[in-house]
């Protein structure tokens, strides 16, 4: 093993001109995956369809990705993973080497051989296997080393799955078809249930003839081998290639011919390697070896996905359980959009504008198949997870920034049968016409926050009809998108549910946190005090309801200070975590929440806040994030953040400035632009902005747009240890 990772380095310096300059060094997979991170250690590339990592449980909650640093064992290697959920699935074709008489559920490995690098995972078990692994698009590559004189044995599990629990997996393979075409070769198809329903199908190729096979026995509503591979008494590296496809075993071999020709592992780990520094060298920063660290591996954590799920030939099953051919050659699932929504697809279309387009087209087919763009894909499956339908905003944010890689009129389609035809979840617009808001008697979960989030989708609609020319549409969804003050409380000054009659929700108790899966419940993962703000479409509204932008100032502090904790919480609030008081940035609805204090004239709480969360809630250690990185956007939180705004409301087309972490960013922008971010004076004490200026010109307010930065140019912060809001004569 150690021969290995001399060679890594040795390429890893021949790639590049020098070893300083790689930037992928500063990227750490093992971030998160300690706690409830939900992240794992494994290899792949950019957007790719198949991630092979070492699994270490797979059949609780704590093993969303299959995961955790904490164990001192592994069950072994699958080649799919879902990055800092908080759902179970995937796991696929888990393949275990060992060299006993038979394979054993836990097998210790050595820690500290654990290293993990974008694009390649290695690690050596206490019996002296060491095992690496890289990836393709497509297709997962291991090179499996036994200890010299020891048996070379090897499992395929193919019953293996993310499941949420031990019963599970006997039952969550629904049909599997496995083929031995000859003693190289594994193949098959299998239809699997847990978070979705998937038809997939894979080839398993290895690089030398196995001497025998022995599939074991199978347990009760099992469907799937388990099969024990005996290969030839050798020195040598036993190569194992798993390719997946959502459509036949042809895609997935011609994956394997197309992307990984030979058994040349080094290659194939150089080609990944090259794939992250391209995206990831897009930004140059300063700052300690700490920050950048976090800067890289949030950056790694947010191009995990989504994921190309398209053959080799462009087709895929979607929605419907067709093969269809993708429109532009590629289909992309795995949209978090409850999450990413954010902050993750407003960093894409600044960075990547290139993928933007296959992402929102993706969504519009998702739409065709399924009658509605997705809510939660996960390979092109639909899993009703989360309330609203967030591609809206999503799918809004890129005709407003004027992506024009897809039909807008069809998007325009989309979006409005989106938030007028009801179907599963949140989108009962029926209810939500009649009465103004969801009335809890009716629906009986999440009201509140599905009132909430189903505004913020509304408002986006209403922003993309009126630029469309669509007049009477703008109006309605304008309209709609006013619900939530149907259910703001003058009494409390917080969201508060109603019954269809109007009358409150009686007792109140305004710190119980909900979740819907497990308790029920008014709000999602959250309560009152979190989803108040959930406004980010007016913030100046709320501060009229609360009574001014003293009174707005007083609150928002009290969401901070307090502390308490509801005897009412039941079920399981694992999520609601990363407090400061009752905000929680370890859950989504409360990103945007710490920049409101720019809208009250307050802008060095805003800024005192930034500095907090930063450094208590990322750090560059596997327990380092508070919460699930979801998908990219606990990540891309980061990265707004540290360099000194946040897009508060993405359809806005506006990012409100907060207070820079590291002294200087240079992004790399299409078209050979470039956006630079200076913080001259920043240190530990010195965390206020004392002025900033955009190209040379003191920024007038509290905003920057989109176009300022995509047209390049330098802004620059002085940063001072003295709060003040230097918007007014006294502060300045």
Not at 675 to 699: C, H, T, W
Request: proline share 5%.
């Amino acid at each position: 093993m150690k021969n290995c990772l001399i060679i890594l380095m040795a390429i890893v310096c021949t790639v590049l001109p020098s070893c300083n300059e790689d930037v992928c060094r500063f990227a750490d997979p093992l971030v998160g995956t300690a706690d409830n991170g939900h992240t794992f250690p494994g290899a792949c590339v950019p957007f790719g369809m198949v991630q092979p990592s070492p699994d270490s449980g797979n059949d609780e909650w704590k093993y969303c990705s299959g995961f955790n640093i904490a164990d001192s064992t592994l069950i072994g290697f699958s080649q799919t993973h879902l990055n800092g959920t908080g759902c179970s699935d995937m796991g696929d074709v888990l393949i275990l080497p060992f060299c006993t008489e038979s394979p054993e559920r836990d097998n210790p490995y050595v820690k500290e051989s654990l290293k993990a690098f974008p694009g390649y995972c290695s690690v050596s078990f206490c019996n002296g296997i060491d095992v690496e692994m890289t990836a393709t698009q497509r297709v997962a590559q291991y090179s499996i080393h036994y200890a010299d004189t020891a048996p070379r044995r090897l499992l395929v599990d193919l019953q293996n799955g993310m499941v949420n629990g031990p019963a599970n997996l006997h039952f969550h393979v629904y049909e599997a078809d496995i083929e031995y075409p000859d003693e190289y070769t594994v193949q098959g198809r299998l239809v699997t249930r847990n978070w979705v329903r998937r038809e997939w199908y894979f080839v398993l190729k290895f690089s030398e003839p196995y001497l025998s096979k022995t599939i074991l026995d199978k347990e009760p509503r099992e469907k799937a081998d388990r099969t024990v591979f005996d290969f030839a008494e050798s020195n040598d590296c036993l190569g194992v290639k798993i390719a997946l496809s959502t459509v036949g075993t042809d895609g997935a071999l011609a994956a394997i011919k197309a992307e990984t020709d030979g058994w040349d592992f080094e290659k194939i780990r150089r080609e990944a390697h090259s794939k992250w520094h391209a995206l990831l060298s897009k930004v140059e920063v300063k700052g300690s070896a700490e920050q950048k660290k976090n800067i890289y591996t949030s950056l790694y954590h947010l191009y995990i996905q989504p994921n190309e799920i398209t053959d080799i030939d462009g087709r895929y099953r979607n929605a419907a359980g067709e093969v269809v051919p993708s429109e532009n050659g590629k289909f992309f699932s795995t949209f978090s959009l409850w999450d990413t929504y954010r902050a993750a697809n407003p960093f894409y279309t600044i960075l990547n504008p290139d993928m933007v387009d296959g992402f929102v087209q993706s969504m519009i087919e998702q739409c065709d198949a399924q009658g509605f763009l997705p809510i939660w894909s996960l390979w092109g499956q639909e899993t009703y997870c989360m309330i609203g339908n967030h591609a809206v905003p999503t799918v809004v944010e890129a005709y407003l920034k004027g992506f024009r890689g897809f039909d807008s009129g069809r998007a325009w389609e989309a979006v409005k049968k989106s938030l007028t035809s009801n179907h599963i979840r949140s989108s009962q617009f029926d209810i939500l016409d009649k009465y103004g808001y969801y009335p809890f008697d009716i629906v009986e979960r999440e009201s509140v926050s599905r009132t909430m989030e189903m505004c913020y989708d509304d408002y986006c609609a209403a922003r993309m009809a009126e630029a469309l020319g669509h007049n009477e549409d703008a109006e309605f969804f304008r309209v709609r998108s006013c619900n939530w003050m149907n259910l703001f409380d003058p009494e409390t000054k917080l969201v508060r549910a109603k019954d269809s009659e109007g009358n409150w929700r009686t007792p109140f108790d305004r710190f119980a946190l909900s979740h819907a899966a497990t308790h029920g419940g008014d709000y999602t993962e959250g309560n009152a005090w979190q989803y108040t703000w959930h406004v980010q479409q007016d913030p100046e509204k709320l501060i009229e309801l609360l009574g001014g932008e003293d009174a707005f100032e007083t609150k928002l502090d009290s969401l901070f200070f307090l502390d308490a904790v509801s005897e009412n919480n039941t079920g399981f609030t694992g999520d609601v975590t990363g407090l400061i008081g009752q905000y929680a940035h370890g859950n989504e609805p409360s990103h945007h929440v710490a920049y409101l204090y720019q809208f009250a004239g307050k802008p060095w709480k805003t800024e005192a806040l930034i500095r907090e969360i930063c450094d208590r809630f990322y750090r560059p250690l596997p327990d380092g994030l508070c919460g699930n990185d979801d998908c990219g956007q606990m990540s891309a939180w980061y990265l707004f953040s540290a360099m000194g705004f946040y897009p508060v409301d993405p359809a806005s087309l506006e990012y409100v400035i907060g207070a820079p972490q590291l002294p200087y960013v240079r992004l790399r922008l299409s078209d050979g632009k470039e956006f630079k971010m200076i913080a001259s004076g920043l240190s530990d004490s010195a965390k206020y902005v004392a002025s900033v200026k955009l190209n040379g010109r003191p920024l007038e307010g509290f905003k920057i747009r989109h176009e300022d930065i995509m047209a390049g140019g330098t802004l620059e912060f002085e940063m001072t240890d003295v709060p003040g809001c230097r918007y007014c004569d006294t502060c300045r």
